[in-house]
């Protein structure tokens, strides 16, 4: 019985772990330090990877913990209700970042992939009305594109995060099988669809 508790807990912990470090903004940082380190040198990666990090992760993390704080709800926000004005803000976080990247001429696939974190959001906020579709299968999926579009081959090690965001989100009881293939395959087919369709391969 101890033995089970222990494999329990250690499971639990490692899903947690999981998921906190596979959220959106973590994954955003990642994402855009890669994608403009391979691209830019010197001041012009200092200068789009702030405004990246700025407006697809600082500024979304403060606005979801404030909201967090001031509603006194759980990190995850498990109810979609929860989701709606967080979710307005940080749409308008990506927007401004797509507008500044676009500014500063950063390359293309920076300023798209801003763009598909604002498109993406707002599908995900009309679809958060009525369901719960798992945000941290969106965050992985949809950068993975990108990546998959800079790195080629390469990237597709990314592709490891998708089943353990998968397993983790259903361990910890926080969404269906169907919520997270829905934000996986709707993450990844929007960003593909949208780098295509702005850039092109």
């Known amino acids: 019985m ?3 508790s222990n494999n329990f807990k250690s499971k639990t912990s490692l899903a947690r772990i999981i998921s906190t470090f596979t959220n ?11 994608i403009n380190y391979h691209l830019l040198k010197g001041y012009e990666f200092v200068a789009v990877t702030f ?5 697809a992760a600082l500024i979304p993390s403060i606005i979801a913990f404030l909201w967090i704080k001031n509603q006194n709800i759980e990190i995850d926000m498990p109810r979609k209700e929860d989701r709606f004005y967080p979710l307005l803000w940080i749409i308008l976080s990506y927007l401004i970042g797509v ?3 676009y500014v500063i001429s950063a390359p293309s696939i920076a300023t798209v992939l801003m763009f598909c974190y604002f ?9 958060s009305l009525f369901w719960k579709i798992s945000i941290h299968a969106v965050g992985v999926a949809g950068p993975l594109a990108a990546l998959i ?4 081959y390469t990237g597709l090690i990314f592709t490891l995060l998708v089943p353990l965001v998968i397993w983790s989100r259903l361990y910890l009881k926080r969404h269906t099988l169907y919520q997270v293939i829905a934000g996986a395959s709707l993450g990844f087919t929007l960003t593909a669809m949208q780098i295509y369709l702005l850039i092109g391969f």
Not at 24 to 32: G, K, M, S, W
Not at 51 to 55: L, N, V
Not at 119 to 127: E, R, W
Not at 149 to 152: K, R, S
């Open 2 to 4: 101890q033995r089970w």
């Open 24 to 34: 959106a903004p973590l994954v955003a940082i990642l994402v855009f330090i890669l």
């Open 51 to 55: 405004i990246s990090i700025i407006f």
């Open 99 to 101: 507008v500044l990247l």
């Open 119 to 127: 498109s993406n959001t707002i599908v995900v906020l009309l679809i």
């Open 149 to 152: 579009y800079v790195f080629g």
